[in-house]
């Protein structure tokens, strides 16, 4: 592959708002590590703070890499300064690190070129400072009435976070988003996602981003990390799993006697392109990204345990790249947190490997001057090395004074960088370094920097050409589907799965007539919608001890289930070379465990403010009443499992898959970005398999309450939203997975191919200053028919050639609008009028979010391969018969054979998705017509027969029904009558 040159980079860091002041601080051998203060949460932090480990609602430390004095100037961005005014920091970081990188390549003021730049992002999706603020009245409202009632007290009130009531809705959305406002702030193009690979995560973003540049999707690209959650759960999380030094001590990585990381927070950008052109465009290379190895630890000792085999593994893979032998690196940049297990695990992995070579480079880790950045860890250590290179100065690992290793090592007393020391190349004109990653869970990076002072003119390589992927396994859990027999049983009936809402679902909430009020539900009533009532865990298969299930993520629990299945349907074994996609976003009850914090200090204010005297006992007593209404005391399990990336991790080491695992959040078109990025993996060969899946418990009190300020929930007829007795979105949530394998591969294994993905096609509508009240960006019909013309060309069929035509139909009016209309000019009525069926798999199992494009992508491929079209059940009619005139679609409301039309070889689909962040996708998807075995389980237990007749006459065809009649009541076979029917047919 062509290398990729950095020709742009900045960062956010602790004591440092620009590149600069992280260099100066890095030269002047500055911690910028100090205490947490009432500046970062608002609150006095001393309030969770107990030094003693263990105790519930405490940490036990506040040290960590803050970003102070920094303000945001939300001029200049082609987003409103008041809209991006009300974001979390989590936007307005990332927002001013991407423009400032952008700045530094020289390209901020190209709109063509930035027409045409991506940006990936690694993020965590945890609460947010803003978060917290958007959901805290949600908790309090219910809370409130209760505590009055326990104190006799009408007049008392919870005190509140500071700008509780100013916080945008779009907070809510901590975990995709950001990268699209981004995108849209400065006019990028369609291609943004965040992503968890935890520690690893920014240089996952790079190697992405690479995939982007090598098939010339992208021409440039923005790659990068961020951490940004709210402080104090990351310190009750670290604290939960005991990571930090004891005693408020600080960090001191690659020092024997260091015991726990420092958590910080910041961002780091690059900006990405192919080496030739930038060379061919005179800019300026810092360094080119000539190997980069992801790896997963796979089955280890502990999921939280790093495993040697898989970082070993990510080295092999870079220098196998980038065709080097390890003894050229002159500095690695180690991960190296600070925490014993870590650093020895990597120390070790770091001998095995570059040991066997001879090879002993300079050493050091950037963590030691501004603690541990998580998700945006590695991006401190890519523009450290960056910086390095450029100045010929390796700076000084700080707070050393008992160097790890022995003089025999790789890493060794004398090649950890305990001074400032002069960049040395083993070269004389390249430098090279590498950069490791290793992340909770087991997710591992190494990336290979050079720097070459003769600028070499290289030709352009032609586009990476993407592979056709066939499905080869799947499964589902939506509503009351508890598997994919289940689920294709539903689709072929149209049967529907809205229930009234489970009881201790909500938890009571759904009793506060006055909350649901607030929040625009339909007669103050939890809606009917097709929940999930529960499901079963096998605890040994999942690995996970009994008495951990109650405590674990839902989503993480669910999402297990339906992976373990797919990966069986498609008939993976353990060890396989196997890659774990997952589209998700943060679970919204995730915000329970702060409120359970908060409650403390509120309720110590509220009663101050109220004058209301308790003693200490009691004042004690009532906490604990109240703050285990919310949620039950949290233990490490819990902390694990909202952590997104642990559910990819986990089906990971389940399996002993070592491929790239991570997760990818992106609203409603999760799915189909993901499928995309699962494609690059295919072509580049970095997998053999790829397993996607997508899971949103969408029905969620906070999910449902959030959404239904946006948009109107249904109160009509549960069908397809287009039908004129639809009024709104209807609740849906579940998971979905899916096995993708090289469509050739396929097909040489002889694998069952329930459908071949031939298309994936994006479009973006950027927002403008008027249209930012329930969406980033105005629903455009020209938009949807952009992807649907751009998915015909790539797919290279016509319009004519789908058959079926899977809509996203959410039920919110602008959407459905501008689909309608933008699907009707893509596709155009033929000669033969009615030749395309649409639907949506709403009908059956409601609106599920994040999980939406899955659950139509099985669907779909399920059709497909059983040869039917599938029925809308409840279906009355459009709402506009006009606007359908001389269209091509039509609604069927029983399920009928698909056939085949004469003109075609194969029964071809498509289908449609919108996004809440502008964003529109299609998808072409068809049947491998040299499919033999198409047995259905379902259909199976009860099965169907065709009896083919024919007559002359109206008197001969009413003889042919009798004479058929009789057959059937005489006790006759039916699969053989049908049979012979037909062979009489034919001759």
């Known amino acids: 592959m062509e290398k990729i040159a950095i020709i742009g980079f900045s960062c956010l860091f602790p004591d440092a708002k620009n590149a600069e002041e992280f260099w100066h601080n890095l030269i002047e051998q500055t911690d910028s590590t100090s205490e947490l203060s009432i500046d970062e949460i608002g609150i006095e932090p001393t309030i969770f703070y107990d030094s003693e480990k263990g105790k519930a609602d405490k940490v036990y430390s506040l040290q960590g890499g803050f970003v102070r004095n920094f303000k945001f100037d939300g001029s200049g961005y082609n987003l409103p300064a008041s809209f991006l005014q009300n974001l979390d920091d989590t936007f307005k970081w990332s927002l001013y690190a991407a423009k400032q990188a952008l700045q530094n390549s020289g390209y901020l003021e190209n709109k063509s070129v930035l027409s045409k730049c991506g940006v990936l992002l690694g993020s965590l999706s945890l609460p947010t400072k803003s978060s917290n603020q958007l959901f805290e009245p949600i908790y309090q409202q219910v809370l409130k009435p209760a505590i009055r009632e326990l104190l006799q007290q009408e007049d008392f009130d919870l005190a509140t976070l ?127 990204i000539v190997g980069n190895g992801l790896s997963n630890d796979g089955r280890g000792k502990h999921l939280l345990s790093p495993n040697p085999k898989g970082q070993t593994l990510a080295f092999e893979k870079a220098y196998s790249e980038a065709q080097l032998n390890p003894k050229a690196i002159d500095y690695i940049e180690c991960h190296a947190t600070g925490t014993l297990l870590g650093d020895s695990t990597e120390f070790n992995s770091v001998e095995t ?122 499964d589902a859990l939506f509503g009351g589907c508890d598997d994919l027999d289940a689920f294709e049983g539903s689709i072929y009936q149209g049967k529907q799965h809205f229930i009234p809402l489970p009881s201790q679902r909500w938890h009571g909430v759904e009793k506060e007539t006055e909350l649901l009020k607030k929040y625009n539900l339909p007669d103050a009533k939890a809606p009917i919608g097709a929940y999930i009532s529960e499901f079963e865990i096998d605890t040994i298969s999942s690995k996970i001890p009994p008495n951990e299930l109650e405590k674990i993520n839902k989503q993480q629990l669910l999402m297990l289930k339906v992976a373990e299945r797919a990966l069986q349907d498609a008939g993976i074994k353990e060890g396989d ?215 015909f060309e790539m797919a290279e069929i016509k319009p004519s050639e789908i058959s079926y035509l899977e809509v996203f139909a959410s039920g919110i009016p602008q959407e459905d609008e501008a689909e309608i209309n933008g699907l009707l000019r893509a596709y155009p009525s033929g000669a033969n009028k009615l030749t395309c069926a649409i ?111 024919a007559a002359n006459n109206r008197n001969d065809l009413l003889q042919q029904i009798d004479n058929l009649q009789n057959v059937v009541d005489s006790g006759t076979s039916l699969k053989k009558a049908a049979s012979m029917t037909l062979l009489i047919i034919k001759t």
Not at 173 to 189: D, K
Not at 423 to 440: D, M, Q, T, Y
Not at 649 to 678: C, H, M, Q, Y
């Open 839 to 949: 639907g949506s798999v709403k009908s059956n199992i409601g609106h599920t979010y994040v999980a939406s494009g899955i659950a139509s992508l099985i669907k779909t491929a399920l059709c497909l391969y059983y040869r039917y079209i599938p029925a809308t059940p409840k279906w009355t009619g459009v709402k506009d018969i006009k606007k359908w005139e001389n269209s091509p679609f039509y609604v069927v409301p029983e399920s009928r054979p698909w056939f085949l039309n004469p003109e075609t070889n194969k029964r071809t689909a498509a289908i449609n998705s919108i996004g809440i962040d502008g964003t529109y996708a299609h998808l072409i998807i068809s049947e491998e017509p040299n499919q033999q075995d198409r047995s259905s389980r379902f259909l199976a237990q009860m099965p169907l027969h065709l009896f083919a007749i």
């Open 353 to 474: 490997f570059f040991g066997k070579y001879g090879a002993t480079p300079l050493s050091g880790s950037v963590k030691s001057n501004i603690g541990h950045l998580l998700t945006g860890a590695a991006s401190a250590s890519l523009i450290k090395v960056l910086l390095s290179m450029n100045k010929g100065i390796i700076p000084t690992t700080i707070n050393i004074t008992n160097p790890i290793g022995c003089e025999d090592n790789v890493i060794s007393p004398s090649r950890i960088v305990t001074s400032p020391t002069n960049w040395h190349s083993k070269s004389a004109s390249i430098k090279r370094a590498a950069v490791s990653a290793f992340g909770l869970g087991g997710t591992n990076a190494h990336t290979i920097l050079e720097q070459n002072k003769n600028t070499q003119t290289v030709e352009p390589s032609f586009p990476l050409k993407s592979i056709k992927m066939a499905i080869v396994g799947m």
């Open 577 to 791: 070379n196997v890659a774990v996609l997952i589209a998700t976003e943060a679970e919204f009850s995730v915000h329970q465990l702060q409120q359970r914090w908060n409650l403390s200090w509120e309720i110590k204010e509220g009663l101050n403010t109220g004058a209301i005297p308790l003693s200490s006992d009691k004042i004690n007593k009532l906490e604990t009443i109240v703050k285990d209404g919310i949620h039950q005391p949290v233990d490490s399990s819990e902390f694990v499992s909202y952590l997104t990336n642990i559910m990819a991790s986990r089906i990971s080491s389940i399996w002993d898959f070592t491929a790239p695992v991570f997760t990818i959040s992106a609203g409603e078109n999760s799915t189909f970005k993901v499928l995309e990025v699962a494609q690059n993996l295919l072509t580049t060969g970095e997998a053999d398999a790829v397993l996607v899946g997508a899971v949103d418990l969408a029905g969620g009190m906070e999910n449902v309450l959030l959404r239904s300020k946006i948009a109107t929930i249904n109160t009509g007829v549960n069908t397809l939203s287009y039908d004129q007795k639809a009024n709104g979105w209807t609740v849906g949530e579940g998971a979905g997975a899916v096995v993708l394998k090289r469509h050739e591969v396929a097909k040489q294994e002889n694998k069952c191919i329930y459908a071949v993905i031939d298309a994936i096609s994006f479009t973006q509508k950027n927002a403008t200053k008027n249209d930012l009240q329930s969406r980033l960006g105005s629903t455009d019909a020209n938009a949807v028919n952009s992807a649907c013309q751009q998915a």
């Open 162 to 288: 500071p700008n509780s009531e100013e916080t945008s809705f779009y907070n809510a959305m901590i975990s995709g988003l950001p990268a699209a406002i981004v995108s849209q702030a400065l006019s990028l193009s369609h291609i943004h996602f965040c992503l968890d690979a935890a520690c690893s995560s920014p240089l996952y973003a790079a190697r992405l981003a690479s995939h982007y540049l090598w098939t010339h999707k992208a021409d440039l690209m923005l790659a990068g990390g961020i951490s940004c959650a709210d402080p104090i759960f990351i310190r009750m999380l670290f604290s939960g799993i005991q990571g930090y030094p004891e005693n408020n001590d600080i960090s001191r990585p690659l020092d024997k006697s260091s015991r726990g990381l420092l958590t910080s927070e910041g961002v780091g950008m690059l900006v990405l392109k192919r080496y030739s052109d930038a060379v061919r465009d005179g800019d300026r290379i810092y360094a080119s």
